[in-house]
């Protein structure tokens, strides 16, 4: 079993940033892909990031490209989401997620283990 908790949520200003992270127990993310996610009130879960196990591939949805970037971190079993020039229309929960197969998806159907979330608010 695989324990994902999130952290780095928080209030920020439009332009601001943040960096979330994603901590691993239970067992090594060896192997695994991870994604980020994220919903806002009313809204489906929406896919946000995800990367390979190598950490050589990542892949972002276009809302966001070109301003947040995912990373990885083997040794400390961590998963990072650094967010820059942040919207109001990101403010949501962000989760982080683990396939086991090690398969780098958009569908949040496709993860197998997810984190509790952390909010996200971006003030206008």
């Known amino acids: 079993q695989v324990q994902l908790v999130e952290s780095g949520g928080g209030l920020v200003q439009a332009g601001g940033s943040l960096r979330l992270s994603c901590a691993a127990s239970?067992?090594?993310?060896?192997?695994?892909?991870m994604g980020w996610f994220r919903q806002a009130p009313g809204k489906e879960r929406e896919y946000v990031a995800a990367i390979s196990w190598s950490g050589g591939s990542t892949y972002y949805a276009d809302s966001v490209k070109g301003r947040f970037t995912i990373s990885r971190d083997k040794a400390k079993n961590t998963v990072y989401l650094q967010m820059n020039s942040l919207k109001p229309e990101d403010t949501a929960v962000y989760y982080c997620a683990a396939d086991a197969r090690g398969y780098v998806g958009r569908r949040y159907l496709e993860y197998d283990y997810w984190g509790q979330g952390t909010q996200v608010t971006v003030s206008s």
């Open positions: 239970g067992r090594t993310l060896s192997g695994y892909a």
